[in-house]
């Protein structure tokens, strides 16, 4: 009885002692023997794969093949069959200085010509937000409430992006500047004499010691961010368009897309303090 313990056990550490020395092997990026391999890595085809290298292997033939390519210049996703909304994602028609290409490590961009100040003339020139505002309204027991959604959506993504730096109020008072990190982080409410397109252009490409987020946020999001900063700026800058959004009758609720046209008016002071002094935007 000893014998065959002893002999069952013996086969059972030398088959053991094989698979585990058989699924090792002296390549450390090998991931040796597998029970389930296509558990691991799929045999169909994935995006974003260069079949041309994959598992240790090279196949000439499928380098040759389209897969992980470098989209070409200027290409934009996809955006549905919405006009007005592929018309806001297109590429802005007003390039970044030539300076920024060094200044703010920007990659990719069609830049202007180096004499030219296209934040001081191009962007100061764009005096309007192409982006409407969503605006619901809803009845409940005759009680009407309004929302601003492009506005509600914007507040989110300033709580992200913006508000370690510019404070919760856009009054400079981030965290970052308490801590010392940074200076020099303006007011909003003093930089009335900004255009919406100068408000743009320092999100998209960056201003003064603030990077480009134009790799963080895509163009409909930084517009809503616009009209977040001229909320700042003008607590009734989108009363207007909040009472212009009415259920008709019998309805419960409604949501429609509004313009806002009106920006706060700035004064000579104010636009005298914008030429002159550098803009962190």
């Known amino acids: 009885m000893k014998m065959k313990v002893r002999l069952v056990g013996g086969v ?11 699924s090792c092997v002296s390549d450390k990026d090998s991931s040796g023997l597998e029970y389930m391999p296509d558990m691991y890595r799929s045999p169909a085809i994935e995006p974003y794969v260069d079949y041309g290298q994959i598992r240790g292997r090279e196949d000439a033939k499928l380098a040759m093949e389209q897969s992980a390519l470098t989209p070409p210049h200027g290409t934009i996703p996809y955006y549905g069959t919405d006009a007005e909304e592929v018309n806001l994602m297109m590429p802005w028609s007003i390039k970044p200085n ?9 990659t990719g961009f069609d830049f202007a010509d180096p004499e030219e100040d296209t934040y001081e003339n191009d962007a100061k020139a764009w005096t309007w937000n192409p982006l409407k505002m969503e605006i619901s309204v ?10 601003n959604l492009t506005l509600a959506n914007a507040k989110k993504l300033y709580a992200s992006n913006c508000m370690h730096c510019h404070g919760e109020k ?8 308490e801590s010392g990190a940074y200076s020099g982080v303006p007011n909003y409410k003093d930089k009335t004499g900004l255009s919406d397109g100068q408000i743009f252009y320092s999100i998209y490409y960056g201003k003064g010691m603030m990077g480009s987020h134009a790799s963080l946020l895509n163009k409909k999001e930084i517009w809503s961010l616009v009209h977040y900063i001229r909320k700042f700026q003008d607590a009734d800058y989108d009363k207007a368009a909040m009472e212009s959004v009415v259920l008709d009758k019998g309805q419960k609720s409604v949501i429609k897309k509004v313009a806002v046209t009106s920006a706060p008016t700035a004064t000579d002071e104010t636009t005298e303090e914008v030429e002159n002094e550098e803009d962190n935007i």
């Open 12 to 22: 059972m550490l030398t088959a053991i002692s094989v698979v585990l020395f058989g």
């Open 98 to 106: 030539y300076i920024f290409g060094r200044t703010h490590g920007l």
């Open 138 to 147: 809803t009845e409940k027991d005759g009680d009407v409430t309004r929302k």
């Open 170 to 177: 856009g009054d400079g008072n981030g965290p970052m500047m």
